[in-house]
């Protein structure tokens, strides 16, 4: 399918590639906001125009500097403006954009860089410079470094601002050349996995690939123009980066967070965005933020007045009076709080990249605040399926985009088939997943579809846990489950060949404080994970979860660890999914006490 014959939305550039893409932005958008971020305390506005000669100005400066068409240049950098000025920069002079995790050891990035050949990269400050200093003896094909934020020790890594300099004096016609020669079936990206298993493997995914789902998501409007989107994940994976190619191209204002995760809510309440692309694991935290000191009866009646005035609502039939009266106590009582907390204009918010339980979503669609699934991966640029509040069925991850064909095989595994299905992996041939059989990605994901075309994801291959007596587990539904407490930040099931499963509980270290000051204990996590009164609160939340499931299914025991699992730790990838071989591994010797014991 060639790009443009999926009708794009009337406010789309109409870009054949992303080389070309924030160019056309520019002419069409103009002095409409393009970006807004945070400095000393006060939101700067950036518009199309500044935009699109910030972005020309880098482009030329990487032209000045030798890079040539299909080179690959790796950005080192946090989700903030200069992320995307410097990734369109690299695309408009066509080049390959290699996005790297700023979460990433010195290692990691030297496996990124180098797996891709990087002749140059650009780092967003001195701590990320310093990183590539240690390694550079093992790049051989690096050549230079760009700094985004000169400030401290950088060596000899040029200042962006510099770069730009060397970039204006350059004839604007030889960029407009470098982009308009960028053909569809060109790389536009190697998006490096964030590696639940093994070592990253480079995705190569071409300018067609994007700018294809680009035109299915604006098809349904999963996006719109205008929008305010408030993006805080990382630019380096995927997701992200689709909405801001969705953003840029339809003339929508991306405002940036300002980098600390205990922010999100207060600057969600200042910028009022319309669109929120996110994680489970912050519309957990937002549920638990403000579930925790109401009645778990109330809310839960509150719930379901909601989801019948909503249903209702979206059949177009009159709501009866007194289901109406219900409602509004329930709105002034709760839901209207809930909105508030995500600024309160809120159309819908869109989650991925793993599991989230039934309970969250019916409660903030209740709410009026609709969290619409989506299911896709980096080998099918980033999504394949969606909802919208106009078509979903929560618990599902929504249905294929326009274009997209999606089956499942014999086994149980979600097949998928479409022009946004990858490339292959960089001077990479395993096929440990992601095989391409017939145009068909086997995506060693499981699920199912209803006889609406809606696709329902029951577990990953890899994580399926095989009792000893060979009673296949998934061990997504009782994790989810336990992660709706409040005191309960991750839980990971364990069982694989054993007799019955067992977890690996972590406390919420914003949370668990409360009940140790409410019951006079220290509030040391390695303390508090040994307190027996802290064993028997989550005792009883196992026990509440354990009831949803039969007996073979049900963990029989738990070990609460002394810390959370983070990224920096490698337990976590960068979009906080759970890296359950790391897990499984490091903390074995805990496994085998709970059965030994």
């Known amino acids: 399918m060639e790009a443009g014959t999926v009708a794009p939305a009337a406010a789309s550039t109409g870009s054949k590639t992303i080389a070309d893409l924030v160019a056309l932005a520019a002419e069409r958008h103009g002095a409409v906001e393009a970006q807004r971020y945070k400095r000393d305390g006060e939101w700067h506005s950036v518009s199309y125009e500044e935009l699109g000669r910030t972005v020309s100005e880098i482009a030329r400066g990487l032209i000045d500097l030798g890079i040539e068409p299909g080179d690959r240049v790796s950005l080192l950098c946090s989700t903030r403006p200069d992320w995307t000025t410097c990734d369109f920069a690299i695309s408009s002079a066509g080049a390959v954009v290699v996005p790297i995790y700023p979460t990433n050891s010195p290692g990691e990035c030297e496996w990124v860089a180098g797996n891709s050949e990087s002749v140059a990269i650009i780092c967003e400050d001195a701590s990320q410079v310093a990183k590539i200093v240690e390694v550079r003896g093992n790049l051989p094909e690096l050549r230079d470094v760009v700094v985004v934020d000169p400030s401290g020790d950088v060596g000899d890594a040029i200042p962006l601002d ?12 030889e960029l407009r050349a470098r982009a308009e020669a960028v053909k569809p079936d060109d790389t536009y990206t190697i998006i490096y996995t964030s590696g639940t298993t093994g070592p ?57 967070w300002g980098g600390d995760p205990k922010t999100i809510v207060p600057e969600l309440m200042e910028v009022h965005p319309t669109y929120l692309p ?48 219900h409602y509004d106590a329930a709105d002034e009582a709760l839901f209207k709080n809930v909105r508030n907390v995500f600024g309160g204009r809120l159309k819908q918010a869109n989650t991925g990249a793993a599991p989230i339980a ?11 605040v609709p969290v619409m699934e989506g299911y896709g991966m980096t080998e099918t640029a980033t999504v394949a399926t969606t909802s919208t ?71 990953r291959k890899k994580d399926i846990i095989i009792t000893a007596g060979g009673k296949n587990l998934t061990p997504a539904n009782i994790e989810n489950d336990l992660k709706q407490s409040r005191w309960i930040s991750q839980a990971v099931m364990y069982g694989d060949r054993r007799p019955y499963p067992v977890a690996l509980i972590t406390l919420d270290p914003e949370e668990i404080v409360h009940f140790a000051k409410e019951h006079g204990l220290s ?37 609460i660890l002394d810390h959370d699992l983070s990224q920096e730790t490698g337990e976590l990838t960068p979009t906080l999914k759970v890296k359950r071989n790391v897990v499984n591994e490091k903390y074995a010797d805990l496994f085998e006490k709970l059965y030994s014991g």
């Open 389 to 459: 509040v106009e078509r979903h069925r929560l618990g599902s991850v929504g249905s294929p985009l326009p274009g997209c064909e999606v089956k499942i095989a014999d086994d149980g595994e979600v097949l998928i088939k479409g022009p946004n299905i990858f490339g292959g992996y960089y001077k990479n041939d395993d096929a440990s997943f992601g095989t391409i059989v017939d145009g068909w990605l086997h995506t060693g994901d499981l699920g199912s579809l209803d006889e609406d075309g809606f696709l329902f994801i029951t577990g």
């Open 200 to 256: 990253p493997k480079g995705c190569v995914l071409s300018h067609r690939n994007y700018r294809q789902v680009v035109n299915m998501c604006e098809e349904e409007g999963v996006v719109e123009a205008r929008d305010v989107v408030y993006l805080f994940l990382p630019l380096a994976h995927a997701y992200a980066l689709l909405i801001q190619l969705l953003a840029i191209d339809l003339g929508s204002s991306i405002a940036y």
């Open 278 to 325: 996110s994680v489970p694991r912050i519309f957990e935290k937002i549920y638990t933020l403000v579930t925790s000191n109401g009645d778990a009866e109330q809310i839960k009646g509150a719930v379901g007045v909601g989801l019948k005035v909503r249903a209702l609502q979206a059949a177009g039939q009159e709501v009866p009076a007194e289901l109406q009266a």
């Open 523 to 559: 509030d040391d996590p390695a303390a508090l994970a040994e307190d027996p009164k802290v064993h028997e609160l989550i005792q009883g939340i196992l026990d509440e979860a354990n009831k949803k499931y039969a007996q073979v299914e049900q963990v029989k025991k738990f070990v």
């Open 162 to 173: 510099d770069l730009r300099e060397r970039g204006r004096a350059r004839d604007e016609a």
């Open 358 to 368: 039934k309970e969250i979503l019916e409660f903030f669609y209740a709410s009026g």
